[in-house]
């Protein structure tokens, strides 16, 4: 029987208790509704991420969106947000449909890839829309500038610098601090090993803290205050952009550019409420929830309303596609290009045999009516 250390932590001081891990198995079970949960919940949020990401993909590839810096930025969003829904498939398959992974393969080194993972996807696709709100500010506020400014070259170099220290700011996650806890505990499957108490602590107390800044309150705060400056902006240069427009009307290519522009400011906007309506309510809950030192006896609670919220937060990195369909015409017209091009590639090749089966029987006829 395997042996496990659990440190209870409380305000004052720190105790040690041992359990084995059967025990921890028959103590800690995911209730019902937490069951229920990552079943339907996850599966509902995988057949509405894969497609509409894969459609993202398809459509920000386009020429006209992919010479945008914006374009591109919204490409590595949906990469990201993949990849964040492939890790999701473990945490549905262990937590939903019971499958043990413990005994079957090496679960601290599924513990650690899994975990990293999903923590760098979050990151990353908090803060890549940042970089989105940036781009867009900076058209805003320097509109004469912003073609030198930004470029697909430049919101890809930001886009490789945010993930360097994403990175690094999870790297130890893939340490052997970093692995098994209780398998098969939604809320506590993975995470840090009793090798080091100091570790232990910090991931508790401290590490929590930083996951709550970097993948919510910082973005959310750095991108509501880009947007009213936005707004202010656009209402102080009302008149300066009426006649601008009025200007624009007799140039065809600034017409088509400041459209664009618009469009894609109502992608950004869309995507930024749905990031803040998903992503708040959980790490309000984080701050909100109470540190005790006992908190097996509330357990229970706190995980099914955890397990709730971290699904609503996975409907972010789900429904993008769907939303900019609805808030934007043009990039519903873009989506509907894409997929009459690919149509016309795949029908092409059969038009050609075709015209050229029906070019050799009529030689056929030929030769035999001359003959």
């Given at each position: ?10 305000n ?20 019902i ?33 992919r010479?945008?810096?914006t ?18 498939i473990?945490?549905?398959l262990?937590?939903?449909?019971k ?5 079957h ?24 829309l ?5 781009d ?5 506020r ?15 170099i ?14 130890h ?27 232990f ?12 800044l ?20 656009v ?7 009426i ?20 469009h894609?400011?109502i ?14 309510p959980?790490?309000?809950?984080k ?10 006896f ?13 699904w ?5 990195y ?15 017209k ?6 009459k091009r ?13 015209y ?16």
């Amino acid at each position: 029987m395997s042996m496990t250390t659990t440190p209870i932590i409380s305000n004052r001081n720190t105790t040690t208790t041992t359990f084995s891990q059967e025990q921890l198995l028959l103590f800690f079970q995911d209730p019902i509704a937490v069951i229920r949960i990552y079943q339907i919940g996850y599966l509902f949020t995988f057949l509405l991420g894969f497609p509409g990401n894969i459609a993202s993909l398809f459509t920000f590839s386009q020429p006209t969106l992919r010479k945008v810096s914006t374009g591109c930025l919204f490409i590595t969003l949906a990469i990201s947000d993949i990849l964040y829904l492939f890790m999701c498939i473990f945490d549905f398959l262990e937590f939903g449909l019971k499958i043990r992974f413990y005994s079957h393969v090496a679960y601290d080194e599924l513990c650690r890839f899994r975990s990293f993972i999903m923590n760098v996807t979050q990151v990353s696709s908090a803060w890549i829309l940042v970089i989105v709100s940036i781009d867009r500010w900076i058209r805003t506020r320097f509109p004469f500038k912003s073609n030198l400014i930004c470029t697909p070259k430049k919101a890809l170099i930001a886009v490789g610098v945010l993930l360097v220290i994403d990175i690094v700011l999870h790297v130890h996650m893939l340490t052997p601090m970093f692995g098994t806890l209780i398998p098969g505990f939604s809320i506590a499957a993975c995470g840090p090993t009793i090798t080091s108490i100091s570790y232990f602590l910090f991931y508790f107390l401290n590490w929590s803290i930083v996951q709550i800044l970097t993948t919510c309150l910082i973005p959310v705060a750095i991108m509501l205050t880009i947007l009213i400056d936005i707004f202010i902006i656009v209402r102080a240069r009302k008149q300066a952009v009426i006649q601008l427009v009025q200007f624009a009307c007799n140039n065809r290519n600034i017409k088509q550019q400041n459209t664009l522009q618009k469009h894609i400011f109502i992608l950004m906007f869309a995507s930024i409420c749905i990031f803040l309506i998903t992503s708040l309510p959980l790490a309000i809950y984080k701050i909100l929830s109470p540190r005790q030192a006992f908190v097996s006896f509330n357990v229970f609670q706190i995980i099914s309303i955890w397990a709730y919220l971290k699904w609503f937060q996975s409907l972010f990195y789900a429904v993008s596609f769907y939303i900019h369909c609805l808030s934007s015409t043009f990039f519903r017209k873009e989506f509907k290009a894409k997929i009459k091009r690919i149509f016309n590639i795949r029908q092409t090749p059969v038009t050609v045999m075709q015209y050229a089966t029906t070019l050799q029987h009529i030689r056929l006829h030929e030769t035999r009516t001359k003959y």
